[in-house]
């Protein structure tokens, strides 16, 4: 099926383990995103990427690392877990480019993955 | 900066009435989108609505509308007819048309609806 897909759905993580969640899409979207979400505070973006081989910062980059060798696969890497990423991860996709269905013009988001740092 | 206020943190309505879920927000650009993305349970986010800040028509999807106003910076989602399934999280979200910027989404931070029987 059509959209982004995300792995795991959930994961426990020991304080300083590293981990990568997966995240990749078919269809074509040149702008990838990973967001975070925290009771309270809505979705935060983490890291962005305007296609392969460009990726930059969003509001809440510490402790994540990000690459994107193909446009389909943006994958997010935490380096020493901590409990303050203990969090909802979403990755999203999207397009500038006109025309096509409604959701073009808005994120696809991913199912989501939980995360727990204990 | 781009911002986003959603200043209803919960909401209830009962069933087969009509309720309107209020976001803000701030920018300095002309040319953007909103949208109101709907996030149940299970987690997933679906996307509700969307608005063209150059249409000066209200969008509308079956029973869910939107009253945009670009002068005052509001674009509210109004829910008629409420359903048991629409219980869930709303979002308003934001992202710039075209340039720097149209690659983020800037979220609210949410209202819970609950739709009471």
């Known amino acids: 099926n059509a959209g982004v897909t995300q792995t795991p759905k959930f994961q426990v993580l020991k304080t300083g383990q590293s981990m990568t969640l997966q995240c990749a899409q078919d269809?074509?979207?040149?702008?990838m995103s990973w967001y975070r979400q925290d009771p309270g505070m809505g979705l935060r973006l983490i890291h962005y990427s305007v296609g392969a081989g460009i990726t930059d910062q969003g509001e809440v980059p510490n402790g994540y690392n990000v690459s994107r060798s193909t446009t389909e696969d943006f994958p997010l890497r935490l380096l020493s877990a901590a409990p303050s990423q203990t969090s909802v991860y979403f990755c999203?996709?999207?397009?500038?480019?006109?025309?096509?269905?409604?959701?073009?013009?808005?994120?696809?988001f991913g199912s989501g993955t939980r995360l727990t740092v204990v | 900066a781009q911002t986003v206020t959603q200043s209803q943190p919960e909401m209830s309505v009962q069933e087969a009435e009509t309720v309107t879920l209020s976001c803000t927000y701030d920018t300095s650009e002309s040319d953007y989108y909103l949208f109101w993305y709907k996030q149940p349970p299970s987690r997933q986010m679906i996307l509700v609505i969307r608005q063209e800040a150059y249409k000066q028509q209200n969008a509308t999807e079956n029973r869910f509308s939107v009253n945009f106003q670009k002068a005052a910076k509001s674009f509210s989602l109004k829910i008629s007819d409420s359903q048991l399934g629409d219980a869930a999280m709303y979002f308003c979200?934001?992202?710039?048309?075209?340039?720097?910027?149209?690659?983020?989404?800037?979220f609210g931070k949410g209202t819970k609806l609950t739709v009471n029987p």
């Open positions: 269809m074509n979207h040149e702008y």
């Open positions: 979200a934001y992202r710039v048309g075209r340039g720097g910027g149209s690659e983020k989404l800037v």
């Open positions: 999203a996709s999207t397009t500038s480019r006109t025309g096509g269905p409604k959701p073009y013009y808005g994120y696809t």
